[in-house]
């Protein structure tokens, strides 16, 4: 059975300024009702180049610890590189269907091109295609999902994949400084050297209705940390004070989401990122989230010195800090989240 892309819908809508009863939100959802207009929000911005590494730690911690978002400049990766990133994906995206269809994905596995991604709540649908791929570790990489063409896409996301890991290295050992932990503990804690990094592209294409549609529903990310690049067309919102905003985009920075994971390590101190994506009536957007994931059997938990240190601080203060999530692995985790049960 043919699956109906969002690209071609977009293509049909056009010309008659009208949408998909499946792609208009309730109005609990619609972005022209429940944005808070008038205002970008500027979540914390972090520059990577501060020579005090004990700044960096703290605006991270307390960016993670209020925000669950921030965005980083100055991080190492090139302007070029993150432009040959976002040109080879683009490319992707306007080959031919037939081509696109030729890495679609199966029903035993995430990765691939398609459209739907999770149970549907009341059978509506994010206007958004997608790919997905795993970039590391060379164990975990399976190329028949990566795209042939455009003909630089495999090198262009192998050289992004090597320098990303300088990145997330540097942002789980100030993570686990921001929580009293010695460097390494963090990403040691989330599957060390097995940590899954998952490349996905979002396609938005140009929507007639932006008002009644979402790209993404609101969530939070699985992952223990999303590193985002976006292309400049404004679409990401994060939700603040019973409101939802647009989050400022600002060229070639990097936006750091705290995942759900991270939020279960740190026992609760570092919180997931509540977010979606609004899309535009006369311009593509595209993103390009990497996922850190720990390992499927990898079991994931509060770390238990965090939850011990709360012990030994608050004892006699009634206040003894205890494990506020379940340990269990990360594919039990994801099982249970995209069939919206219960954690």
């Known amino acids: 059975m043919e699956v109906e892309r969002v690209q071609a819908i977009a293509s049909l809508s056009k010309t008659l300024h009208t949408i998909p009863s499946e792609y208009i939100r309730s109005e609990k959802e619609q972005p022209a009702i429940t944005t808070f207009h008038g205002v970008v929000l500027e ?16 605006q991270i911690s307390e960016a993670s610890r209020d925000w669950g978002i921030f965005q980083v400049v100055n991080h190492g990766i090139t302007n070029e590189l993150i432009s040959k990133l976002q040109q080879v994906g683009k490319e992707f995206f306007e080959l031919p269907q037939e081509e696109r269809e030729k890495i679609a994905k199966t029903d035993d596995s995430i990765e691939g091109y398609g459209t739907k991604l999770q149970k549907e709540v009341e059978g509506k649908k994010g206007w958004v295609d997608h790919l997905f791929h795993k970039i590391w570790p060379p164990s975990a990489i399976n190329y028949q999902f990566w795209p042939k063409n455009p003909p630089s896409y495999r090198e262009t996301n192998e050289e992004y994949a090597e320098t990303l890991r300088g990145v997330s290295k540097k942002m789980f050992d100030y993570l686990s400084l921001g929580l009293g932990l010695e460097a390494g503990e963090l990403e040691k804690a989330a599957g060390g050297d097995d940590i899954v990094y998952l490349m996905k592209i979002n396609y938005y294409p140009p929507c007639p209705r932006p ?9 939070t990310d699985m992952s223990i940390l999303t590193i985002l690049v976006p292309n400049e067309v404004q679409g990401l919102q994060v939700f603040r004070d019973d409101f939802w905003y647009d989050v400022k985009y600002i060229p070639n920075a990097l936006i ?5 994971q991270a939020e279960i390590l740190s026992n609760g101190k570092y919180k997931s990122v509540f ?3 609004t899309v535009n009536k006369e ?3 595209m993103s390009w989230p990497v996922f850190l ?7 994931v938990g509060p770390i238990p010195k965090l939850v011990n240190k709360g012990n030994e601080e608050n004892s006699g203060k009634g206040e003894e800090e205890t494990s ?14 995209l ?3 219960p954690q």
């Open 43 to 58: 979540v914390p911005v972090i520059d990577l180049s501060e020579p005090n590494q004990d700044n960096i730690v703290k």
């Open 211 to 219: 008002d009644l549609a979402l790209g993404v529903v609101a969530h």
């Open 256 to 260: 750091i989401h705290i995942g759900d």
């Open 275 to 277: 977010h979606r994506t």
């Open 283 to 285: 311009q593509t957007r």
């Open 293 to 299: 994931e720990p390992p499927p059997e990898h079991v």
């Open 324 to 337: 506020k999530y379940k340990t269990k692995s990360y594919k039990d985790y994801v099982y249970c989240k």
């Open 339 to 341: 069939n919206k049960l």
